[in-house]
């Protein structure tokens, strides 16, 4: 249980620094980041799902 706690941690200390990145940019790359981001985000919790299914079994 720790290590998906830790996980868990990591995502979303990366997801933070993600959006504190973001925030610093330039107006004019906002826009192409956060397209970048959404699919990034889309294929992280594609990935989380996966691995919350392996974990459990695939049992919902």
Known sequence: MKKSTGFLL???AG???GAVA???APQS???TVKKQM???IHKL???VD???D???GGAH
């Open 38 to 40: 959404d699919q990034s």
């Open 29 to 31: 790359s906002r826009r």
């Open 15 to 17: 997801v933070a620094a």
């Open 54 to 56: 392996s974990m459990t």
């Open 22 to 24: 973001g925030m610093m």
């Open 45 to 47: 919790g594609t990935a």
């Open 10 to 12: 990591g995502i979303g």
């Open 50 to 52: 996966q691995a919350m």
